[in-house]
């Protein structure tokens, strides 16, 4: 089993979590809070209460959860590749796969992935949601006071399985996005290279940025009850589960409410993506 997969998986997840932080932080508040008017008003109420900062709430379990999650994706991408087709990373620039047998491969990634996930995933929604400022005074002291305290406030409250709040809406967010996000990647790759070379820096750039988009966008409505399903439980239950959160979502907001942050996981996918798959395959062609 190469690890060469799972450590450029590791390292590229890193610098594209980094750029996308802030835009996702944005995303979180505008999913599960109902204060601000838009993309605009939580921006500048973010920066105004809580200064740049704020806007990387919750990005520290991130940064060593990403670690773990994206060489998770990347490496069991690529290994079943290579159980399903017998070839490596670099012998696939000559013998391509079946978009089949990457769709398999992609979803099979995403499903591990999100069991690795959805604990950190739930820590940093439940951070991120803090709006108190950062020079705190007495009366407005956030209830978490970083991801150790949030994991253990929850572990004692909800009990283990409050770490996996909304896992099930996770896995079938990332499950058959994820396919999509490998398939539009190699797919746009092989458009645009030679047959039989390694696709240039810009092809990656711009095959890795939509194919973000693209799996971000198909994403966001399972993106939404996830977000939705990890802040229940933190004044008492709201819902009766998954299906009950997404009843009442659109009962209450109509189908508008399954898009929203749509724009900005857009917006954050392409760069995120595009830094993440040039730095995987600059580290694979380095260690070749
Ligand atoms: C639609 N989904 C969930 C994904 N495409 N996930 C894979 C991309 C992960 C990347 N670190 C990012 O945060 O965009």
């Known amino acids: 089993m190469p690890v060469e997969e799972f450590v450029a998986g590791w390292i590229s997840g890193a610098v594209g979590l980094v750029l996308g932080h802030p835009f996702d932080t944005v995303k979180v508040r505008l999913q599960t809070q109902s204060t601000y008017q838009g993309i605009v008003d939580c921006v500048v109420k973010t920066y105004r209460h809580e200064s740049v ?7 520290s379990f991130p940064i060593a959860s990403v670690a773990l999650v994206n060489s998770v994706l990347f490496g ?26 990457i769709f398999i491969a992609g979803c099979t990634g995403g499903l591990l992935q999100a069991y690795c996930l959805a604990p950190f995933d739930l820590i940093k929604v439940r951070l991120q949601n803090q709006t108190e400022p950062r020079m705190q005074i007495a009366s407005s002291m956030p209830r978490y006071r970083g991801p150790v305290h949030c994991a253990a406030s929850i572990l004692r409250e909800e009990g283990p399985q409050g770490l ?29 290279t030679p047959e039989g070379q390694n696709p240039s820096s810009a092809t990656v750039l711009v095959a890795g940025g939509f194919a973000g988009i693209a799996s971000w966008i198909t ?8 977000s939705r399903m990890q802040m229940d439980g933190l004044k008492g239950r709201k819902y009766g589960g998954m299906l009950d959160c997404m009843a009442s979502s659109f009962r209450q907001e109509g189908i508008g409410v399954f898009f929203k942050g749509m724009t900005l996981n857009s917006a954050r996918a392409f760069p995120v993506n595009a830094a993440t798959f040039l730095s995987y395959e600059y580290l694979l062609r380095l260690w070749r």
């Open 53 to 59: 900062l704020g806007f990387f709430k919750g990005m």
């Open 164 to 192: 996996f709040r909304g896992s099930w809406a996770l896995v079938l967010r990332d499950t058959p996005t994820l396919g999509m996000y490998f398939v539009t990647y190699e797919g746009l790759c092989r458009q645009y």
């Open 76 to 101: 069991v991408y690529s290994n079943t590749l290579l159980a399903l087709t017998a070839t490596s990373h670099q012998e696939r620039r000559a013998q391509p796969p079946s978009y089949t047998n």
């Open 219 to 226: 994403a966001t409505p399972f993106d939404v009850i996830k």
